[in-house]
């Protein structure tokens, strides 16, 4: 069954500690409603940076990727009805849907 990432982006982070553990029980929930589809449940990001020929350049608080997940789903459109009920969405984000592909390495 294909593979597809739910590329997380573009969240306000909660405002205190108490919204940012409710998020965690909606996401938990979220995440379990999924069950054997969610492959990898999720890394979310912190710093980062940029990496182009020039060299390497830390980026601020405005990189707008927050984490990622993998699912296995038949379909693009599959993937993305999962993702539709993402608690990563009432923070204000938004979530890209990109099939991966099997390739030799």
């Not at 593979?3 to 379990?32: D, T």
């Not at 999924?34 to 405005?62: C, H, N, R, W, Y």
Request: with cysteine; net charge negative.
């Amino acid at each position: 069954m294909p593979k597809f990432a739910l590329i997380y982006r573009n969240a306000n982070p909660p405002a205190s500690p108490e919204e940012g553990q409710a998020h965690m029980e909606k996401w938990r929930s979220w995440s379990s409603s999924l069950g054997s589809a969610l492959i990898e449940p999720g890394m979310p990001f912190s710093q980062a940076v940029t990496v182009s020929k020039d060299g390497i350049t830390k980026v601020g608080d405005e990189a707008a990727l927050n984490g990622i997940s993998i699912v296995e789903a038949a379909t693009c459109e599959e993937a993305g009805a999962m993702a539709q009920s993402c608690p990563h969405l009432s923070l204000g984000g938004d979530i890209v849907v990109a099939e991966g592909m099997d390739m030799e390495m």
